[in-house]
């Protein structure tokens, strides 16, 4: 009896643990909603609502990337130093056009994600160290491009930062675009099929004849590419380039979104519904703690917290 007892136990606890994993991101929106509805003053209004899509678009688009790149058992902690390289090269080059210069953003992009690509893949530097360097290296060359905050003044962009359609801002239309464009590759494409079975087993990855290093450079591509476009929807609200600030913390940020959201570390697994929510929740638990006077401090305190304990439902699961 008592065998049997354990037995219902521990199976009431995969089946708790499974939930949590597949479900605590959406349920943890739902409270923050109804606690915010409950006991914010002035949330629940169009202009609060269309402030915290617009927010959060920047952070979903690079956690997009991050989610690619977690995939494949990696992480990608440059993403921060690419947005702010990206609103560098932007304003250096604003005086072209906008097009030039979102372009010039998105090359910058490209080219820390080949450098990160390139190591991981051909020199075999693990990517929390390859990354971390290109981290660092991104973030030093933003600064020599533009050492302080400068302000933008174009039409082009200040249309792209306040503009919307039907309502709906145009940065919450470029990451939902995003969004479901990723979600698309990861799930129907032959690319995402093969960044899911890298991130299971690479050497079985290898072995069935994959192309293993071309997958992990277009990953971290893509991520340097999401980060860019991210730092330019950034610069564009804001109306300024400040490479010192923009993206600081963002990996964390965009890191918790995809293990909340319920990607695994150990890769092999993306869910992109789930980041969305990540993305939503960290957005939700930031203008929570700032409605209610709390220090700055505190949000990366609670991310933290939340990362831990999507990391311990994760591999408390894992176990079984």
Not at 50 to 68: E, H, K, N, Y
Not at 217 to 243: F, M, N
Not at 259 to 267: A, D, K, N
């Amino acid at each position: 009896m008592t065998e049997l007892s354990l037995a219902r136990g521990t199976v009431d606890r995969d089946r708790v643990l499974r939930l949590l994993q597949a479900y605590g991101v959406y349920a943890g929106v739902v409270v923050l909603l109804l606690f915010n509805l409950a006991f914010t003053p002035h949330f629940a209004s169009t202009e609060n609502f269309r402030t915290q899509a617009v927010q959060v678009a920047p952070v979903l688009i690079v956690a997009l990337g991050m989610a690619l790149a977690i995939g494949t058992e990696g992480v990608d902690l440059s993403v921060g130093s690419v947005m702010a390289l990206s609103t560098s090269l932007l304003s250096l080059y604003l005086g072209y056009g906008p097009w030039i210069a979102v372009l010039s953003a998105v090359v910058g992009g490209i080219v820390v994600g080949l450098a990160n690509g390139a190591l991981i893949a051909f020199v075999g530097v693990q990517p929390i160290v390859a990354t971390l360097a290109l981290m660092v290296a991104a973030r030093g060359l933003a600064l020599v491009l533009l050492p302080q905050l400068k302000d933008v003044h174009d039409p082009g962009m200040a249309a792209l930062g306040s503009g919307a359609v039907l309502g709906i801002p145009y940065l919450v239309l470029i990451a939902v675009a995003l969004a479901l464009l990723v979600a698309f590759a990861v799930r129907r494409s032959t690319f995402g099929r093969q960044l899911l079975a890298i991130g299971d087993s690479r050497p079985a990855a290898r072995l069935a004849g994959l192309p293993v290093r071309r997958v992990l450079i277009l990953v971290y591509v893509c991520s340097g590419v999401l980060a860019a476009i991210a730092g330019v929807l950034a610069t564009a609200r804001l109306t300024a380039s400040d490479p010192t600030s923009l993206g600081t913390l963002m990996e964390l940020s965009a890191i918790t979104a995809v293990v909340v959201g319920g990607t695994p570390l150990s890769g092999g697994r993306v869910r992109i519904g789930g980041t969305v929510a990540g993305a939503v929740l960290i957005q939700l638990l930031t203008t929570t703690l700032i409605k209610h006077d709390l220090p700055p401090s505190w949000t990366q305190i609670a991310q933290a917290v939340v990362i831990v304990g999507a990391v311990y439902a994760a591999r408390e699961r894992g176990k079984r």
